[in-house]
């Protein structure tokens, strides 16, 4: 384990703003865990565990706890009855995986290609994209339990999963070590996204899971901005999930007031309806490419949020009011973020000596 004093966030987050944080621990096996939280309880300070950064806003006035950096290695592979088993360290490069159950011609992951971050990381927001969401291969996610020193392993239908969402992301004491996931020898492929079937018609081969990843790949290339010349944490907001009721009225409205014959894409979730955030920020509000000070919603996927070299965590702060103001004074509805505060996944031990 090693121990960093005064790290500046902006180098652990791909947003590139924030202030220090008091401390940085690197692990890089789970044995270490132990040592690291006697150090947070030591000196009574709250612990955050950080991947690659790549879905969280740092504030400008850093982090006086510790960051538990996640850089556990390992990709372990073994043969069930009429499946792979991937067990992955949890600080492993989540398209490194993806990679290395392509090199294998495994089905199940190629269509999440692509995504930034660790695989540690990729149950806690349960990712997705381009119609394929993790939980469906997660068999299950080790975890050491920062509440009573355990480690255990949970099976997939006791993370409550949903989308964007798993226990996780409110259980901050759970450290996740290590996620295994179900992968295919024989599977078919899902194309039946959008920008996938796009990329078929333009006669792309979409026929193996490396192909598909491959394609995946550059297909994002256009959605999302250079990560060496801006910050950006994806998509910052969730896609609102309405009554159909609701998404039929919305339409309505859109039809009546924008577009006579069109109507708002939607996405049947069980018992309602899912609609793109983008197309109402493109479509209803004009917002493609809104600029905001050193901040700007990008031109190629108005979903994503940009910060400029000197952009702070005020700055994007105040661009992502302005949008959640300016989605509910048009719709009435209360979008949500998905990128979040880095304190929002902390945890204290209540029991730990504060310092003085
Ligand atoms: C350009 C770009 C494109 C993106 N595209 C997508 C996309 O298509 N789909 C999608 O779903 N997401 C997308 N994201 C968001 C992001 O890539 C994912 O959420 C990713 O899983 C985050 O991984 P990370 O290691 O960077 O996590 P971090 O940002 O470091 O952490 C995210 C959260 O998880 C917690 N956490 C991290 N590791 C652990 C662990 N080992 N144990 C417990 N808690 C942990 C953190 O405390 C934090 O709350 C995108 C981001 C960017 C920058």
Redesign the pocket.
């Known amino acids: 384990m090693t121990v960093r004093e005064d790290v500046a966030l902006s180098e652990l987050t ?1 947003l590139r703003v924030g202030g220090s944080a008091r401390y940085v621990l690197t692990l890089s096996s789970p044995e270490e865990i132990p040592a690291a939280l006697a150090f947070t309880r030591e000196r009574g300070l709250p612990f ?9 806003l740092a504030p400008d006035s850093g982090y006086p706890g510790v960051v538990l950096l ?1 850089r556990i290695p390992g990709l372990l592979w073994s043969e069930a009855e009429n499946h792979t088993r991937a067990s992955v360290g ?1 600080g492993v490069p ?1 398209d490194e995986f993806v990679r290395a159950a392509a090199s294998r011609a495994l089905w199940g992951v190629e269509n999440l290609a692509g ?4 695989v ?3 149950p ?2 349960n ?3 381009y119609g394929a969401e993790v939980h469906t291969i997660i068999e299950s996610v080790t975890v050491y339990d920062a509440q009573n020193g355990e480690a255990r392993t949970i099976p997939r239908d006791e993370c409550g999963f949903s989308y ?1 969402d798993s226990r ?1 992301k409110h259980e901050p004491h ?3 070590t290590s996620v295994a996931f179900t992968l295919a020898p024989d599977g078919s492929p899902r194309t039946d996204y959008a920008d996938l079937i796009a990329a078929r018609a333009a006669g792309k081969d979409l026929s193996t899971p490396g192909a598909i990843g491959e394609t995946v790949r550059e297909v994002r290339a256009a959605k ?1 901005p250079d ?1 060496r010349a801006y910050g ?4 910052f907001f969730k896609n609102p999930i309405l009554t159909q009721e609701a998404y039929d009225a919305l339409s309505l409205r859109y039809r009546t007031e924008i577009a006579p014959y069109g109507s708002i894409p939607l996405y049947p979730v069980p018992g309602r309806v899912k609609i793109p955030l983008a197309f109402i920020l493109d479509k209803l509000l004009g917002m493609r490419g809104f600029r905001l000070g050193p901040t700007f919603l990008f031109g190629n996927q108005p979903l994503v949020l940009v910060a400029d070299a000197h952009a702070s965590a005020a700055d994007v702060d105040a661009l992502a009011r302005n949008i959640e103001q300016k989605v509910y004074d048009a719709t009435g509805i209360s979008i949500e973020r998905e990128v ?1 505060d880095l304190t ?2 902390e945890y204290r031990d209540e029991n730990a000596k504060h310092e003085s």
């Open positions: 791909t955050v565990v950080l991947g690659q950064g790549s879905n969280v996640m949890a989540w995504i930034p971050g660790t540690g990381a990729a806690v927001q990712i997705g994209a964007r996780f759970l450290i996740i999302f990560l950006t944490a994806g998509s979040r929002f996944h």
